[in-house]
Every structure is written in C-alpha cells, then in structure tokens.
C-alpha cells in the first residue's frame, strides 16, 4: 500500500490542522493505521493508532485531548485532527499502516508502510 500525507502548514499556537493520509490499493480496511511526528534533533515518536474496525483508538499523553484519529474506509483515508495547537507540536506528521495483527500499535516497528510526512509548524 502507497500512503500519502498532507495538510500540514503554518498555524499560530491555539489553532487547528486536520491532516490526510490517502492510501492506494483495495485493502485499506485490513490495515491499522497511525500517526507518528518527529521534531528536529528528536526520535520519531508515536501520536496516536487506529484499529481496523475504527471502534479503538490510542494516544500519546502529549496529545491526549487535543487531537483525534479517524478512518473513513470508504475513501482510504486516516485523518488527525489537532486543536489547541502548541509550538511544542512542530513536526513532520507521518502516518503509517500495520498490516500484522497482535503487535503494539505504538511501536514504530509495528508498521509496514509510511507515508512520506507532511510538515507541521506551530508558532508562539
């Protein structure tokens, strides 16, 4: 599966993004899905995972509140909404699809394909 993320851009610190990840093939809804973010100098570091079904999600405590995860399996398509944007969330934003099933979803080494990120820059 081919993943490809957009939407990031400029925000102002307290704004909003809804970032994309569309995906090709016809397999979408057999992968979970995640978004991870890496900063400058920094790990890359997990956001937040979707399970195959949509009824189970996972979030990093940084972003826990703020930010929301969805599917639409119609469209292939994962979504991040962030609100309440902090400088502190300047990253590239990559999503990415597991396509093995009983492993960590937070774990990067979960994943079998990533998009290749979309840049997010939150200013004070």
């Known amino acids: 599966v081919q993943l490809q993320a957009s939407g990031g851009g400029l925000v102002q610190a307290g704004g909003s993004l809804r970032l994309s990840c569309a995906a090709s093939g016809r397999t979408f809804s057999s992968y979970a899905l995640g978004w991870f973010r890496q900063a400058p100098g920094k790990e890359r570091e997990f956001i937040a995972s979707?399970?195959?079904?949509?009824?189970?999600?996972i979030y990093a405590d940084s972003v826990k509140g703020r930010f929301t995860i969805s599917r639409d399996n119609a469209k292939n398509t994962v979504y991040l909404q962030m609100n309440t944007l902090k400088p502190e969330d300047t990253a590239v934003y990559y999503c990415?699809?597991?396509?093995?099933?009983?492993?960590?979803?937070?774990?990067?080494?979960?994943?079998?394909?990533w998009g290749q990120g979309t840049l997010v820059t939150v200013s004070s």
């Open positions: 990415a699809a597991a396509a093995r099933r009983w492993l960590s979803l937070v774990e990067t080494k979960s994943y079998d394909y």
């Open positions: 979707i399970v195959r079904s949509a009824d189970s999600t």
